[in-house]
């Protein structure tokens, strides 16, 4: 647990998603497929995408989302952009590979002469940056920080492809992903309200395991091949096996490491892979559903994004004194991410 001598405590939380909602009729009409398959398969009414469907322009860069998402974080906590001693951003769908995005949410923002730093990760990043931004704010180096997530997952979509033919292996990533942005600003100063990190869980279990995900990033095609290969590679069904058993192990290391029993939980914020997946991990790990904060039936799955805004959904609900963990499973090469939290 937490050094009781130096907390730290976040501050404020901002999100953004880029551009209106696409609901599952619209989803279906443009890609030609069921719409029932939608709803029964994954279970999520809608997402935001920073690119038009119809046209197929982008309308916002991952930069720009993830500025408009720090902006309101550092305006919900009460400091300036000034105030901002580092940064620690994660993502799997950067602008660019160089330069690092984090760096040109820098330049939106107006920061500058302060450390950067960008993770390439995918549903566990959120935990990652919260987990070395406290560690900064812990070494007593830093005072305040910015912690950014968020992914543009349409980037490495192809509208063009013929969906009737597509097989459903693959059509669920078209159906099962969105965009969007968080960002929380962390500080380890005294009497500041907010939710005190109590711990944080960040563990590599992918040893000799075969990746779940595999997102490609292609300059020119391989050595010998004439196209490139399929960006996105899913294996679904071994996601489904496993993050439910990952989740309940989650649950498990974080009520051992800060001595709380299961009945002094108050929220639970569990992975949030599709709507229907996140009910059955609930149902797995056998936790009451009301203790549950979902948003992916409202936003897709937006990666990076995802605690920040189940987060943002805890604050409206959760009061002083309350207790919650927040559990991230990145099914890429099976990574556990996990905070518990208590409000202040």
Same mark, same amino acid.
């Given at each position: 647990? /937490? !050094? @009781?001598? *130096?907390?730290?405590?976040? @501050?404020?939380?901002?999100?953004?998603?880029?551009?209106?909602? #696409?609901?599952?009729?619209?989803?279906?009409? &443009?890609?030609?497929?069921?719409? !029932?398959?939608?709803?029964?398969?994954?279970?999520?009414k809608r997402r935001y995408f920073a690119v038009d469907l119809v046209t197929q322009e982008t309308t916002h860069t991952l930069a720009e989302i993830c500025a408009h998402a720090a902006k309101e974080a550092i305006q919900n906590s009460g400091y300036s952009i000034q105030d901002i001693e580092f940064i620690v951003m994660a993502t799997g769908t950067p602008d660019f590979l160089m330069p690092a995005t984090v760096n040109l949410v820098a330049e939106k923002l107006g920061i500058n002469l302060v450390p950067t730093y960008q993770l390439q990760s995918g549903c566990s990043g959120a935990v990652q940056c919260l987990d070395v931004a406290q560690q900064f704010l812990l070494s007593g180096s830093y005072k305040v920080g910015l912690v950014i997530g968020g992914d543009i997952c349409s980037r490495f979509a192809?509208? +063009?492809? !013929?969906?009737?033919?597509?097989?459903?292996?693959?059509? %669920? +990533?078209?159906?099962?992903?969105?965009d969007g942005a968080g960002a929380a600003v962390l500080t380890s100063e005294e009497n500041k309200t907010g939710f005190t990190i109590e711990y944080v869980l960040n563990q590599l279990t992918g040893l000799d395991k075969e990746p779940g995900q595999i997102l490609n990033w292609f300059a020119v095609p391989p050595a010998g091949d004439t196209k490139l290969p399929q960006a996105v590679k899913e294996d679904y069904k071994a996601i489904e096996k496993a993050v439910p058993v990952l989740a309940k192990e989650i649950l498990e290391s974080l009520m051992d490491a800060v001595e709380w029993e299961?009945? !002094?939980?108050?929220?639970?914020l569990p992975p949030q892979l599709s709507g229907n997946m996140s009910k059955r991990i609930v149902e797995f790990m056998d936790i009451p559903v009301e203790k549950a #904060?979902? *948003? %992916? /039936?409202?936003?897709? +799955? %937006? @990666?990076? @994004?995802?605690?920040?805004?189940?987060?943002? +959904?805890?604050?409206? &609900?959760?009061?002083?004194?309350?207790r919650a963990f927040c559990i991230t499973v990145e099914s890429s090469k099976w990574i556990k991410g996990g905070l518990a939290l208590s409000r202040v």
């Open positions: 647990m /937490t !050094d @009781a001598k *130096c907390t730290v405590t976040i @501050a404020g939380l901002g999100t953004f998603l880029p551009g209106k909602p #696409v609901e599952n009729k619209q989803l279906a009409e &443009i890609f030609n497929i069921n719409k !029932d398959w939608i709803e029964v398969f994954i279970g999520s192809d509208f +063009n492809r !013929d969906f009737n033919n597509m097989p459903s292996g693959e059509l %669920v +990533n078209y159906v099962l992903f969105g299961l009945h !002094d939980i108050d929220f639970i #904060v979902h *948003c %992916v /039936t409202e936003t897709g +799955n %937006v @990666a990076n @994004a995802l605690p920040f805004i189940q987060l943002q +959904n805890l604050e409206s &609900i959760m009061h002083q004194g309350q």
